[in-house]
């Protein structure tokens, strides 16, 4: 099956720092990326979509100049918590998809922990 | 505006007690619905996708059914190592492939 990378798995850092989570697919070019979050007991909600080489499509609600968004490569997406806070402390999940409309298939996970 | 309703929050079951659980939702027309299972701190795990009203999957104990309004993920004799969170998931036409979740039921089986 598809494989999706993503690293750290955990990390904690002090209010106002900014922190980076990366997303590969190992195993298959990933036409479309998106960025979940998912607090204690609650939905996954989905942030953004990111597409290679073009600007992340965020969903509403999500600060777009906090979370910063790079799909450099077919097989690479990183999000950026810039002057991250304590309320951005949440799990955040990567996905990927192989093709148009096909099911994704989700990173790890990150547990972002702002001191 | 899509939305998933998942029953009931939480399950606890004995090792061989089979049982369902639902999954209903609203969509103004249905591409897709994805059940994944999620162990604590880790990412979804994905488990069927069902496209239309009548079909149904399996995959060792699990067995996932789907109408015109709920799905069922019906779990026969399971057993400790299926205990989980459940998602369920519905991807609308045109949607680009977004899902949109439920909040899962949490899955407990006691040996």
């Known amino acids: 099956g598809a494989v999706v990378s993503q690293h750290p798995s955990r990390v904690i850092c002090k209010s106002g720092t900014s922190v980076k989570i990366e997303c590969r697919s190992l195993d298959f070019q990933a036409t479309t990326m998106f960025w979940y979050r998912q607090f204690p007991k609650q939905s996954l909600m989905l942030m953004a979509t990111s597409n290679e080489g073009s600007k992340a499509t965020y969903e509403q609600g999500v600060e777009k100049d906090k979370f910063l968004i790079n799909h450099a490569s077919l097989t690479l997406s990183t999000l950026t918590v810039t002057s991250a806070h304590p309320e951005d402390s949440s799990f955040y999940i990567c996905?990927?998809?192989?093709?148009?409309?096909?099911?994704?298939?989700f990173g790890s996970g990150t547990q972002l922990s702002v001191l | 505006e899509d939305q998933v309703t998942q029953s009931p929050e939480a399950l606890r079951l004995q090792e061989g007690e089979s049982s369902s659980l639902n999954c209903s939702y609203t969509?103004?027309?249905?591409?897709?619905l994805f059940w994944y299972r999620q162990d604590p701190g880790k990412g979804p795990e994905f488990l069927f996708t069902l496209y239309s009203a009548g079909e149904e999957k399996e995959k060792e104990r699990l067995k996932a059914t789907l109408t015109k309004k709920e799905s069922f993920l019906h779990i026969t004799a399971p057993k400790p190592e299926d205990s989980a969170t459940y998602l369920c998931?519905?991807?609308?036409?045109?949607?680009?492939?977004?899902?949109?979740f439920g909040k899962g039921i949490t899955l407990s089986v006691r040996p």
């Open positions: 996905s990927a998809t192989r093709a148009y409309n096909e099911k994704l298939f």
């Open positions: 998931a519905v991807q609308s036409t045109g949607a680009n492939s977004k899902l949109t």
């Open positions: 969509v103004s027309g249905l591409r897709g």
